[in-house]
């Protein structure tokens, strides 16, 4: 059986290793976040240049029913993903990952029902996170920076990443 000391440090080990990444699918999130409003700005941008172009309504029908169709497309795309949902959960997940963290380093004597507090808050916040919308990239990456510590069970191998590590070394 463990001791309350190495049940820590595997808390913690997991803890930090979810910080870096709901970190990294903060980054991506949000990429794609910048990606989809880009050409919302551009569409906008044009609908407003064509309509100021004309002065007979019918000349700029058809430009505006193609700049309002593509609008309408690349909204419906973004609210289908939610980038902006997504980017939100997991800024917050690495900040409540990091402020766990700070709490489990900042705690000299850890007894078993502060352990017991701070594995429930960790398992909380495990449970609110949506391993299938991070790349498989960032879990690997995770994974190989962590190969001597102990990770989540989402990035240690049971789903293929032990795997896949081996034949990345291999090749």
């Not at 409540?96 to 850890?110: H, S």
Request: hydrophobic content about 45%; charged content about 20%; overall charge neutral.
């Amino acid at each position: 059986m463990l001791s309350l000391q190495e049940r820590t440090e595997k808390l913690l080990s997991k803890t930090e290793s979810m910080v870096l990444l709901c970190s990294k699918a903060n980054a991506y999130w949000s990429m794609i976040k910048f990606a989809f409003n880009i050409p919302l700005v551009l569409t906008s941008s044009t609908m407003c240049i064509i309509n100021s172009i004309s002065e007979d309504a019918n000349v700029v029908k058809i430009p505006n029913i193609v700049v309002n169709a593509i609008s309408v497309l690349i909204m419906s795309l973004n609210n289908s993903i939610k980038a902006s949902e997504k980017c939100e959960l997991f800024k917050k997940l690495s900040q409540q990952f990091l402020l766990l963290a700070g709490q489990i380093e900042n705690d000299n004597e850890i007894t078993d029902s502060d352990f017991q507090l701070l594995s429930l808050k960790y398992d909380n916040l495990i449970n609110d996170c949506l391993f299938e919308d991070i790349p498989q990239r960032y879990k690997l990456q995770v994974a190989e920076s962590f190969k001597h510590r102990t990770v989540p069970l989402q990035l240690n191998g049971t789903i293929g990443n032990n795997a896949r590590l081996e034949i990345v070394k291999i090749v």
